[in-house]
Nanobody, 123 residues
Framework: VQLQASGGGLVQAGGSLRLSCAAS????????MGWFRQAPGKAREFVAG????????YYADSVKGRFTISRDNAKNTVYLQMNNLKPEDTAVYYC?????????????????WGQGTLVTVSS
């Protein structure tokens, strides 16, 4: 599986962005998917995850109520809608695929990673 993240950019605080992660391969619909982010000098952290069916979603406390993860298995794509962005959301955002049906918050448990897309939120 190859993952291609896109949609990052520069936005003012309070603004919105939607990230996309396009996946190759016919088994995408069986994978749990996650979004992670990594700010300069910090460890990669879990942002949001979604089960293979899309029925279950999980969020880090720092983004609950502002970010929404979704997926379209027909398009092999997972999305992260980010609203009310804050300067502390500035980071490189990565999408990742987990071959199990479970969403994990630990990066090491994911099997495939996209290249990352930079999100910069100005104050």
């Amino acid at each position: 599986v190859q993952l291609q993240a896109s949609g990052g950019g520069l936005v003012q605080a309070g603004g919105s962005l939607r990230l996309s992660c396009a996946a190759s391969g016919r088994t995408f619909s069986t994978y749990a998917m996650g979004w992670f982010r990594q700010a300069p000098g910090k460890a990669r952290e879990f942002v949001a995850g979604i089960s293979w069916s899309g029925d279950s979603t999980y969020y880090a406390d720092s983004v609950k109520g502002r970010f929404t993860i979704s997926r379209d298995n027909a398009k092999n794509t997972v999305y992260l809608q980010m609203n009310n962005l804050k300067p502390e959301d500035t980071a490189v955002y990565y999408c990742a695929a987990d071959r199990t049906e479970f969403v994990h918050v630990t990066p090491a448990l994911y099997d495939y990673w996209g290249q990352g897309t930079l999100v910069t939120v100005s104050s």
